[in-house]
């Protein structure tokens, strides 16, 4: 098993461009999330899913779009990339709400 | 007032030593309770879950306090290798899949 796979790694953005980070796992989990992680801030739940169709907003989800058409993806979506999205964003997933989350290894994100 | 608090730190400490970290939380509801592990510029792991009656995995000790609201992991014998960040993380759940998590505490073993 691959475990959570995020792609891209690294990617730089100008102000206003929108893109599209991708996470996809293989363990048939029905929970997953987006955090993003800044210095001094700790890891903020930006968007969640618990199950294909079903999404809801965490803490910060202005300026992100997500979509679950499939237990695998979850993909976050930037509308109109700011300075203030450049972070290192995670995707973690879990098969059930009692148990912990397993992380992607996150794509840190500049927008410039 | 943040959801989940930890003393950031950094905890430094010599190897060998005990060290112990605290977490409170202000969500009488949440259900599960777990501590994570992050090394520089990598993603969170999973360390230890926390159960009410506390739990112990090697020289790891989790306890949990619901009615005082409190989270605890002790580090006994600190190896060089722990030194890390170690996050809290409340989970409500009847809130599915919301994980909130603390800012962490940095822990630095020194030889």
């Known amino acids: 098993n691959a475990g959570v796979t995020q792609t891209p790694k690294f990617q730089v953005l100008k102000t206003g461009q929108s893109m599209t980070l991708q996470c996809a796992q293989d363990m048939n989990h029905e929970y997953m999330s987006w955090y993003r992680q800044d210095p001094g801030m700790g890891l903020r739940l930006i968007h969640y899913?618990?199950?294909?169709?079903?999404?809801d907003q965490g803490e910060v989800p202005n300026g992100y779009n997500v979509s679950r058409s499939t237990t695998e993806d979850f993909p976050l979506r930037l509308l109109s990339a700011a300075p203030s999205q450049t972070s290192v964003y995670f995707c973690a997933s879990r098969a059930d709400r009692g148990l912990g989350y397993t992380f992607g290894s996150g794509t840190r994100l500049t927008v410039v | 007032r943040k959801e989940v608090e930890q003393d950031p730190g950094p905890f430094n400490v010599p190897e060998g030593a005990t060290v112990a970290f605290n977490c409170t939380y202000s969500n009488s509801a949440s259900q599960s309770f777990f501590w994570y592990r992050q090394d520089c510029r990598k993603e969170p792991k999973l360390l230890m879950s926390v159960y009410s009656s506390g739990n112990e995995d090697g020289r790891f000790t989790a306890q949990l306090n619901r009615a005082s609201q409190y989270i605890s992991l002790l580090i006994r014998d600190s190896k060089l290798s722990d030194s890390a960040t170690y996050l809290c993380v409340v989970n409500r759940n009847n809130q599915g899949g919301k994980l909130i998590f603390g800012q962490g505490t940095e822990l630095s073993v020194k030889p």
């Open positions: 899913s618990v199950g294909a169709g079903i999404t």
